[in-house]
């Protein structure tokens, strides 16, 4: 069988199976493998080849990683703006100095901090206007 040929067999299993994952790593690694079939189908030796799959490869998966850790920044953003003016009950302080407390959302119980100088009773409704990390931030008064 040609060289050219089986890089071009391998690349089309790696669409088939980037079919089943969604992740696009499979696709830019089979890009790679038909670029290379295009180096062997020009005559290229297999090093060659083998260079030309794995920079178009690499290249590929780097932008792909890339293109991830944006969409999950945008996704985090949007997270964010889906919260933002929410209704939360204060259940309690965590530290009062510090302005943590611990308020009910969605049925469960939350961190958050509150700006320095609000000290609502327990039972108050505040309003969440971002988050950070894995605690709201909340206030007295709804976001604009």
Do not use: C
């Not at 009910?104 to 009773?121: F, K, M, N, T, V």
Request: proline share 2%; glycine share 12%.
């Amino acid at each position: 069988m040609e060289t050219w040929l089986i890089w071009i067999v391998v690349g089309f299993a790696l669409v088939i199976a980037e079919l089943v994952t969604g992740t696009f790593y499979l696709l830019v690694i089979a890009v790679g493998f038909f670029a290379a079939s295009i180096g062997a189908w020009l005559g290229a030796n297999f090093l060659v080849q083998a260079i030309v799959g794995s920079v178009v490869a690499l290249g590929g998966a780097w932008l792909v990683h890339h293109w991830h850790v944006s969409q999950r920044m945008k996704d985090a953003g949007k997270a964010n703006l889906l919260d933002r003016g929410q209704a939360v009950v204060l259940e309690g302080w965590t530290n009062e100095s510090a302005g943590i407390a611990r308020v009910r959302y969605r049925g469960a119980s939350w961190d958050a901090r509150l700006p320095q100088g609000e000290h609502p009773q327990m039972g108050a409704t505040l309003y969440i206007e971002g988050q950070d990390g894995s605690m709201l931030v909340v206030a007295a008064t709804r976001p604009q």
